[in-house]
């Protein structure tokens, strides 16, 4: 069991999770992790990280093949029916029956929730132009995913799990899909988290970001405080710089001659300084934004 | 000799037809097959034509499902757009297709009937059998190039002849030999559907609607279900009006709250949305008419009896295998609808037992009904129908649990599994029902039906515990 602090109350939290497929791949890592109420958190990371089997595993649909998931402070894999009426789930690939129509899913969906909001998702039907009486078979892509959040969100849930929600939706329909989680999380009561490659997306709605890398968790914070802690310094010397130049909390480092490009963490006036000194330097110090950040620390 | 193999195009693409692993079961079990008909067929010698007959019929179907195999193997390499975008791709691999066809196909067929010449018990000429195990091949590889219902029309008028004495002894003469202008022209047209076959696959393209057909089953159903674009034809079929008809759509007009409903309701609502629907009701009025006249145009009572007796018996089982493997691309969202992990799979336990109890009390009853009314078979035979229901019933709680303990591994390919293990297993227990109840063995009938549903619960129990630690996603 891990003594890793987890934040009170927290709606999702995970353990030393690890999770293997087969006796060697390791999809997760031993991930401690959990995620603040009321807060919207973008989960990052590359292809084959890890991210879908983040979020299965938190959801229960996987089983950890060690550690502990937990939902609202029950085992995930055995979540009570009232904790699961509490969840809102969109998974990667959206599958639905074909053969009904969108307002007979609704109406289907909607049956086993104790609470339905139909009002809203009329309004979201209508504001997506999803079409009531068009068959699920019919749909396009982009419209089936609209119409999988709008299933999720119909109950109003407390937790809200996207896997990729915007893959497949044109920029109008990803602005009101962003405006959308905007209007959800405003109350502060609802806690929303969301994996996705589109880092500008992520900038506009989430108030923390979490990076996963090969199975593990590499940073988990405020989205302005990793913004603030790494940065790109341009390094231009009198002399050539040597082999050796170094900067503390490198993330990445590019020499050519006169001049480097450092990429690094937790950048201090003082470091700065130093490096002026010491090589008689001109620093430059640019801000990233979440693209870069992303790249960056993953030496791409 | 292994660097020749790994440059030469045609030998790669032959192996492709050892790779997967259900082909490769397939074809051990057909080289299984082709030893145990060889040394059969010798050790029986010149004794026992009924054996020889099994032989004929063995070899015939282990040759016609080889080559729809092949035809299906073809159409997965040359439906993609890999055909139309590499140089030089479609030839080699219809090439190989052919050599394949030839060989294992005409050499299968060739060499039973090849065999049975040699033993000479049946006159069996190679022209005759060689038609009938073309014309079923040229079907059955049709049938997976289209994935139409509408194949069922050639199907139906192909085997009509079998229903009739006249048809049967027409057939049986080409077999013979005694017509071989007819089982020329047999042989002729089957060869021209399998080139024009061949014409079509070399010609695939995203526009013609067999492109998008997926072969493997657990594909077909999946891409109906995520609405990829490749596949729009596909997901257009999963919606078309017959589909929201059989599958009764409308009742999701006005869906009551379930949220706090008891556990048969429940049951009943997760049926509602994923089962066959009508279809049993259709099935059922198909057998209703069929079973007056199998008595009509059978020679034999008994006949027609075990016809009616194993389309009652089988066809609920394939029909349940064929309908709920849907539920596994949604069984991971679904689980997470407001019920505990027990609970949710205990209502999808009951909603499959109660689809399968209903289509099987359907079928059954219409086709006793209607043997009764219609057929009017002597009471003798009523009688033994009557008293192989109960085995009958065992039967299906035993064909229940195994689909259900199959239905965990989730894998495409296993849906075609329980088809031949239903059949397997209603054939058996049809055959020792028959005895049985011929003999009018009652007690024996009882105890093999009890310890049947005995099997079938403990499988059922099995299963649920195994369903309980299996991963939903």
Known sequence: MSDAPIAPRAPLQLRRVHKYYGASVAALDGVDWSVPAGSVVGLLGQNAAGKTTLIKTALGLLRPTRGEAQIFGEDAWDLPAAVKARIGYVPQVITLYPWLRVRQLINYTASFYPHWNDELVRTLALNWAIPREEKVGNLSVGTLQKLAIVLALGHEPELLVLDEPAASLDPGARRDFLRTILDIAADGRRTILFSTHITSDLERVADRVAILRAGKITYDGELDELKDSVKRLHVTAEAPLPPTFSVPGTVRLKIEGNEALVSVRDVSEKIVDDIRRNYAATVGVQDLNLEDIFLELHHA | ?473
């Not at chain 2, 080699?92 to 009937?113: C, E, N, R």
């Not at chain 2, 029309?153 to 192909?158: C, L, S, Y």
């Not at chain 2, 229901?389 to 065992?394: I, R, T, V």
């Open chain 2, 1 to 473: 000799m292994r660097n020749r193999i790994e440059r030469s195009r045609y030998a790669q693409i032959a192996l492709t037809y050892t790779k997967p692993l259900p082909i490769r079961i397939w074809a051990a079990s057909t080289a299984i097959g082709v030893l145990w008909i060889a040394v059969t067929t010798v050790l029986v010698g010149t004794t026992d034509s009924g054996v020889h007959a099994a032989m004929l019929f063995l070899g015939g179907s282990m040759a016609v499902w080889v080559g729809a195999m092949i035809a299906a193997h073809a159409k997965e390499q040359l439906a993609d757009p890999r055909a139309s975008l590499v140089p030089h791709f479609r030839t080699p691999h219809l090439v190989v297709a052919a050599v394949m066809f030839l060989v294992l196909v005409i050499g299968l067929a060739s060499a039973v009937a090849g065999l049975q010449a040699w033993v000479a018990v049946h006159d069996v000429s190679l022209t005759g059998y060689l038609a009938f195990v073309l014309v079923l091949t040229a079907l059955l590889a049709w049938m997976a190039q289209l994935q139409s219902p509408a194949m069922l029309i050639p199907i139906a008028a192909v085997l009509s002849p079998v229903m009739f004495a006249d048809g049967r002894a027409w057939l049986s003469e080409i077999l013979r030999g005694g017509a071989p202008k007819t089982g020329y022209v047999l042989l002729s047209a089957s060869i021209a559907a399998l080139v024009a076959l061949w014409w079509r696959l070399s010609r695939m393209h995203e526009e013609m609607p067999d492109y998008a057909c997926g072969v493997s089953p657990g594909l077909r159903l999946k891409v109906r279900m995520t609405g990829d674009p490749i596949f729009r034809r596909e997901n257009a079929a999963g919606a078309s009006r017959i589909e929201t008809f059989v599958r009764h759509a409308a009742r999701f007009d006005y869906v009551p709250n379930i949220a706090a409903a008891g556990f048969w309701r429940r049951a009943r609502h997760w049926r509602h949305v994923i089962g066959t629907g009508r279809m049993p009701i259709f099935v059922a009025a198909l057998l209703g008419v069929w079973v007056p006249l199998l008595h009509s145009t059978m020679t034999k009572d008994d006949v027609g009896l075990m016809v009616a007796l194993v389309a009652a018996s089988m066809v609920p089982g394939q029909m349940f295998a064929a309908t709920w493997p849907r539920r596994w691309y949604v069984l991971g969202e679904e689980s997470l609808r407001p019920a505990s992990r027990r609970q949710f799979l205990r209502e999808q336990g009951a909603a499959m037992a109660l689809e399968y109890a209903l289509t099987w009390a359907w079928l059954s009853a219409v086709t006793f009904t209607s043997a009764t009314l219609f057929a009017r078979w002597p009471y003798g035979v009523f009688a033994q129908l009557m008293m192989a229901l109960p085995l009958m019933a065992g039967v299906q709680v035993l064909i229940f649990g195994i689909l259900v303990w199959i239905l965990r591994f989730r894998a495409g390919w296993l849906i075609i599994a329980p088809i031949f293990l239903v059949t397997a297993i209603g054939l058996a227990a049809l055959i020792a029902g028959g005895t049985m109840a011929h003999a009018r063995e009652v007690g024996m009938i009882m105890l093999v039906a009890a310890l049947l549903t005995v099997a079938g619960v403990g499988i059922t129990l099995d299963a649920y515990r195994r369903w309980l630690v299996t991963e939903l996603d």
